[in-house]
C-alpha cells in the first residue's frame, strides 16, 4: 500500500498447516497486534472443524468472526485447497455487527425484517454514522440448505439501499454437510449475516462470463422446493439436456454443467441456473430452485481470463486500487479453470487485485440466489490515502 500512512486498511492471511492450532496461529500472526472490527475466514473442510473453533476462540477472544466451510479456498496468493484463509477489517477503518440465523430449514420470511433493523440498529450505534451509503451487507449460508432464495428475498425487502453479497458454504465436492461459523462454533442449517460499516470506497459487484444462445428448452416438470427438474420438453431432464449440448447422458459430469451452463430471462437481465448432477432416474438437480414453465437457454462461455481482467478492471477504475476484494466464487468457474487449465493465469489476477475468499455452492447478489458467478465486494482505501 505505498503511500498509505499508517496501519494496513485490511490484513490477508492464509495458512496450509494441517494442524488447526497451528493454521489459526499462523492466521493470528499475520494479523498483528492490530485491533479488528472483524475477522472472516474460509476454511478448508479437510480440516478438525471442531479444532479449528476452539482455536480460534482461544487466538481471537474479543474479536467477532466468522467463517464457513468451503468447496475451495482463494488465498492472497490465488486459489488454494486445504488452507485456513482469512482477512482482518481493522477496528481503525470498519464496524461489524453480525446476526445469525438459526434453524434456517423453517426461517420465514416475515423474519427478515426485524433481523435486520434489529442489526442495523447496534451497527448504527457502534460505528457513530448511518448505516445507509456507508455500509454492506455479508452472507454466509449452509449451501446445502435449498434456502438461499427466501433469505435473499427477506434480508434484502429489509436492507433497503444496502447493497447485499453472500456465498453458500461447501464442502469441496463432496454435497454431504457445510457449515457457517459464528458465536465459537460451526453450525449447520444456519446463516449469518455480517453487516459492516466502513468510510472506505467499496463497491459490491457480481461477474460471470456466459452470453445466451438460440438453443432454448422448457422446464416441464419440476419439484422447485427439491430443486429438481424431472422434465425437459416433455422429456426426462437429463436425456433432453444432454441432447441440446450434444452429449449422451452418461457423459454429465460437473466439467460439462460447468461448460454448458443454462441461463434464465429475468427482467431483461440473463442469470445462470447451474446444475449440480444428473440423478439415476435421470432428473438434474440444480442449485438454484426451478419452476415448472421456465424457458432455459443453453449458454455459451467466453473467455473466462479476460472476462475476469474486465471485470477487476472496472472494480480498480470505481474505487482505486482495491486494498481487498472479498470475492465468492462458484465451484463451477473453478471447475472450467482447472479443467482448462488456466489456475495459474486466474490466480495471478486475483493476487494481483488482492481477491480473497472461497469456491461456493452458489451466490447471492442483492434479492438474488445466483449461480456460476464471482460475487464480492470490493474495498480502496480512504480517500485521500490510497496509493
Not at 426485524?114 to 448511518?130: C, G, H, I, N, Y
Not at 453487516?195 to 422447485?224: I, N, Q, W
Not at 467466453?302 to 474486465?310: F, G, K, T, Y
Request: overall charge negative; some cysteine; glycine content about 10%.
Amino acid at each position: 500500500m505505498d503511500g498509505y500512512p499508517g496501519p494496513a486498511v485490511v490484513l490477508k492471511a492464509s495458512s496450509t498447516a494441517r494442524s488447526a492450532e497451528r493454521a489459526v496461529a499462523e492466521i493470528r500472526a499475520e494479523m498483528g497486534g492490530i485491533e479488528l472490527g472483524c475477522l472472516v475466514f474460509f476454511c478448508s473442510p479437510e480440516h478438525d472443524l471442531g479444532a479449528v473453533a476452539r482455536a480460534l476462540t482461544d487466538a481471537f477472544p474479543d474479536t467477532l468472526v466468522v467463517g464457513c466451510s468451503t468447496a475451495g479456498e482463494i488465498t492472497p496468493d490465488g486459489y488454494g485447497r486445504g488452507s485456513l484463509t482469512a482477512i482482518g477489517l481493522p477496528r481503525r477503518h470498519f464496524s461489524a455487527v453480525a446476526a445469525p440465523i438459526r434453524n434456517l430449514s423453517a426461517f420465514d420470511l416475515q423474519e427478515g425484517h426485524p433481523l435486520v433493523t434489529e442489526a442495523r440498529a447496534r451497527l448504527e450505534r457502534k460505528a457513530d454514522m448511518p448505516s445507509a451509503g456507508q455500509s454492506f451487507a455479508f452472507l454466509l449460508i449452509d449451501g446445502l440448505s435449498r434456502r438461499e432464495e427466501w433469505v435473499v428475498s427477506a434480508l434484502s425487502m429489509a436492507l433497503d439501499d444496502i447493497p447485499l453479497f453472500g456465498g453458500s458454504a461447501g464442502d469441496q465436492l463432496r454435497f454431504s454437510r457445510t457449515f457457517v461459523y459464528f458465536d465459537g462454533a460451526f453450525h449447520a442449517d444456519a446463516a449469518v449475516l455480517l453487516l459492516v460499516a466502513t468510510r472506505c470506497p467499496f463497491t459490491v459487484f457480481r461477474t460471470e462470463h456466459f452470453v445466451s444462445t438460440d438453443r432454448k428448452m422448457v422446464v416441464t416438470g419440476a419439484e422447485p422446493t427439491a430443486r429438481i427438474v424431472t422434465e425437459i420438453n416433455g422429456e426426462p431432464a437429463g436425456r433432453e439436456y444432454a441432447r441440446m449440448v450434444g452429449l449422451d447422458v452418461s457423459r454429465l459430469t460437473p466439467m460439462i454443467f460447468a461448460t454448458y451452463p443454462v441461463v434464465v430471462r429475468i427482467g431483461g437481465v440473463y442469470y445462470v441456473r447451474a446444475i449440480q448432477k444428473v440423478n439415476r432416474d435421470e432428473s438434474l438437480t440444480f442449485f438454484c430452485a426451478i419452476d415448472e414453465g421456465i424457458v432455459l437457454t443453453v449458454a455459451q462461455g467466453m473467455d473466462i481470463v479476460d472476462s475476469l481482467e474486465a471485470t477487476l478492471a472496472g472494480l480498480r477504475d470505481e474505487i482505486g486500487p482495491p486494498q481487498v476484494i472479498i470475492g465468492c466464487d462458484c465451484i463451477l468457474r473453478r471447475l472450467e479453470v482447472e479443467r482448462k487449465r488456466l489456475v495459474a493465469p486466474i490466480s495471478a489476477l486475483l493476487a494481483a487485485n488482492n481477491v480473497v475468499g472461497f469456491n461456493t455452492y452458489g451466490e447471492q447478489h442483492n434479492a438474488m440466489h445466483v449461480n456460476q458467478t464471482l460475487t464480492g465486494v470490493a474495498i480502496g482505501a480512504p480517500r485521500g490515502l490510497g496509493s
